[in-house]
Structure formats: C-alpha cells, structure tokens
C-alpha cells in the first residue's frame, strides 16, 4: 500500500523535452517520481510501446489546425504504452496489488506530467489491464494503442466519446464473410487490423510495401498488394469495407473500391475531403478517436495468450536512447512495432 513509497528511491530517469522539434529535443536525465492519486495504481516500468502522437507531440502537433494543438507545460515526458510491475497502489485500489504484472495505454488523449518514457508511471486503475501471461513486457508495451484503435474501429467502440470531425457516432461493422482491405497492413494499428478482421470471418486484402508481403501472409491476409507496385484503388471493386490506417487527404481514392453500402474507415481522418462523393456512391466514412480502457485491454488478453493476436516488433532500444528510436520512426516503413526497453 501507500506506505511502500518510502522505501524508494525519490528520483528516477526519463525522457524529457523542454521545447518541440525533431528527436534531438529529447533528454534522458533525472525527474521527480510521480505521486500517487486517489484511484491510481504506480508502475515500475518495463518496456514503453511508441506510436503516432509521440513523435506528432514532440513536434508540437504541426499536422493539427492551430485551434485544435494541445496546451503543453514544458517539461513535457511522451508517450502512453507501458508494460511493468505495479510498485504502489493507492488506498481506495482493490483491483490490483504490489507485485501484479500489468499493460495499460496511460490516459490518452490528455497532456498531463506522468507519462510512459520513465523508469516510473502513475495509472488511473481503471486504465490497467493484468499483463498477457503468454507475452513478454516488450510484447505487451507494443499492444495497448494500436490493439484499442483496432478494436475501436473493428470490433466494439466502447467508449462515447464523440469525433467531432462527424455527426454520427462510429459504428464498426459486421465482418463475417466481408472482404475487408487493411492499408498501411505492415504498421502497428495495419497488423493487428489484419488479424481481428481475420479473426472475425473476413476475407482481408493487405497494402503494403513488399518487405511485409511475408509476414502479413502468415499472419492471415488472403490478398496482397504492394503499393510500390500497383495503386490498389485502380484494381479493386465491390469491398465491403477498407481501414486505411495511413489515413489523410489521400484516404477518397479509396471511395471507389467499395460497394454500395461498404464504409471506409480512416484512422487518420484530417484532409478527407470526399464526403459528396461518398454520399453519391452510397458509401460511409467514419472514424473516432482510441481511448484509454483496462476493461478492453483485459478482454484482449486471451487473444494475446493464446496466440490469436501476434504483436510484431520492428525494433528495441533502451530508454536511454529514445533519441535513437525516432530516428528510426524517421526512416519509415516500420513492421510492427518499435518499443523501448527500461534496466
């Protein structure tokens, strides 16, 4: 219980920014361990999962309009993804203990002091999941973001949070003997898409560069296309429906190849500018936007255990040299996942 926090150490390292830019802004130095809240849990970290808005906010969220870029109080730790030991627990906690191997995505979308690329994190308990035991801390750490978003998309939402780029609320679809196209197929959110919609019963067509063509096979895809050397809206027709996880302004070009009814589901929807198109081909586009659950993340973990879901990891490097690991995320073409490791 609380009371185990004095026999710690009061100071831990991480990676800080003081200012945004490219990898060269992050710090690995000393910072204050994070107290523990009413409802939270504290972590000692093992492995830290990167995604998307680590690197979108240590650049200070350019992509974004300006009314739309998060306040941010310097100094600012990234990411959310973590898998480690819970080291503290707060009083009115009586879901987990000191001791418990657990996986979380740590409070996304907010900006708040306690993030994942630290030795330590306070969690809301409501946010942590127990650990797969089928998996390792690095397999874990790559999970939590890209499993929820394709969860959210795929299977069930479960959160009501509204994407304000739309008026309805998304709604995933029946995949049972659907054909389903995965763009962006190689990437963390792309094959973890392939496997649930193989999961469910989909005929899945895979996008990707063809270093991926290997893998996304053995992972379940029926179909593949390497985008290098074909534009894939050019050949197909009559899909019921494509999660492009590449998303954009580019994301219309795949209006075409879906049949009346099908849905386009674009996990970066900003720029889509095909909504009259859409409405005359009698085709939707929705989107929404991951967020954090423990109860998901619990529901995932026979999936995880028993093999059904496969994280795939790209890359490892130890916290130290998180600078090291953007500069990876900057060469592109990543295969899964890229996680950092903590001592």
């Known amino acids: 219980m609380e009371?185990?926090?004095?026999?710690?150490?009061?100071?831990?390292?991480?990676?800080?920014?003081?200012?945004?830019?490219?990898?060269?802004?992050?710090?690995?130095?000393?910072?204050?361990?994070p107290e523990i809240n009413p409802g939270e849990i504290r972590v000692r970290v093992n492995a830290i999962g990167m995604n998307p808005p680590d690197w979108y906010l240590r650049d200070g969220y350019k992509?974004?309009?300006?009314?739309?870029?998060?306040?941010?109080?310097?100094?600012?730790?990234?990411?959310t993804d973590i898998s480690g030991v819970v080291e503290a627990v707060a009083d009115d906690v009586t879901e987990f203990s000191i001791g418990d191997e657990v996986y979380s995505m740590v409070r996304f979308p907010s900006y708040g002091p306690s993030r994942a690329y630290a030795e330590y994190v306070t969690v809301p308990a409501s946010e942590v999941a127990l650990k797969p035991a089928g998996i390792d801390h690095i397999q874990a750490a790559a999970a939590p973001m890209s499993l929820l978003t394709a969860w959210q998309y795929l299977i069930e939402v479960g959160h009501n949070v509204q994407n304000p780029l739309q008026p309805n609320k998304h709604q995933p679809i029946e995949l049972n003997n659907k054909t389903v196209v995965v763009n962006g197929a190689g990437g963390g959110v792309g094959h973890l898409a392939v496997q649930l919609a193989k999961w469910?019963?989909?005929h899945?067509?895979?996008?990707a560069s063809g270093k991926h063509k290997d893998l996304l096979k053995d992972l379940g895809a029926d179909e593949f296309i390497d985008y290098t050397k074909t534009n894939a809206e050019d050949i197909l027709r009559d899909i019921d429906l494509v999660i492009d996880t590449v998303g954009g302004p580019s994301t219309g070009r795949f209006l075409k190849t879906l049949k009346p009814g099908g849905a386009l589901f674009p996990v970066f929807p900003l720029g889509f500018s095909g909504a009259e198109e859409a409405e005359k081909l009698g085709v939707s586009v929705s989107a929404t936007q991951v967020r954090s659950s423990g109860q998901q993340l619990a529901e995932l973990t026979t999936l995880l255990n028993d093999?059904?879901?496969?994280?795939?990891?790209?890359?490892?490097?130890p916290l130290s040299d998180a600078r090291k690991a953007h500069e990876r995320v900057n060469l592109g073409n990543i295969q899964g996942k890229i996680v950092l490791t903590v001592e």
Do not use: C, H
């Open 3 to 33: 009371q185990f926090e004095n026999k710690i150490v009061r100071s831990m390292k991480a990676v800080r920014q003081y200012e945004f830019g490219g990898p060269e802004v992050l710090r690995y130095e000393d910072a204050p361990i």
């Open 63 to 79: 992509m974004l309009p300006p009314e739309w870029q998060p306040e941010v109080s310097f100094p600012v730790i990234l990411g």
């Open 200 to 202: 469910k019963g989909a």
């Open 204 to 207: 899945v067509i895979a996008i």
């Open 307 to 317: 093999g059904t879901i496969r994280i795939v990891i790209d890359s490892t490097f």
